[in-house]
């Protein structure tokens, strides 16, 4: 059964920082590629950052590049985004995806975890 489970969002105060954490089973964590998306309220879901399955590329949006870093450890089937300097502007429910293109599209998206940076 594949599963992503998001962690470590929360309430924050601006300029403050947090770790989000996403864990993987089910599938071979170590083929896919990893994205963080986001999603605030009537707004649509945006690309945060991304990393390759071999961790050696990484893309941020322009609006969290400086502040944010994605990263991966292939051992612990888990995914990273360190969250810096946050802004109001940051709140929304942030969601792990994982994608691999084979034999077929392999696509698959945690629950969401929710952060707030608000004063």
């Known amino acids: 059964q594949v599963q992503l489970v998001e962690s470590g969002g929360g309430l924050v105060q601006p300029g403050g920082s947090l770790r989000l954490s996403c864990t993987a089973s089910g599938f071979t964590f170590r083929l896919f590629a990893f994205s963080w998306y986001r999603q605030a309220p009537g707004k649509e879901r945006e690309l945060v950052a991304t990393?390759?399955?071999?961790?050696?590329?990484?893309n941020y949006a322009d609006s969290v590049k400086g502040r944010f870093t994605i990263s991966r450890d292939n051992v612990k089937n888990t995914v990273y985004l360190q969250m810096n300097s946050l802004k109001p502007e940051d709140t929304a429910v942030y969601y792990c995806n994982a994608r691999r293109s084979a034999d077929k599209l392999y696509d698959y998206w945690g629950q969401g975890t929710q952060v707030t940076v608000s004063s």
């Open positions: 990393s390759t399955s071999t961790g050696g590329t990484r």
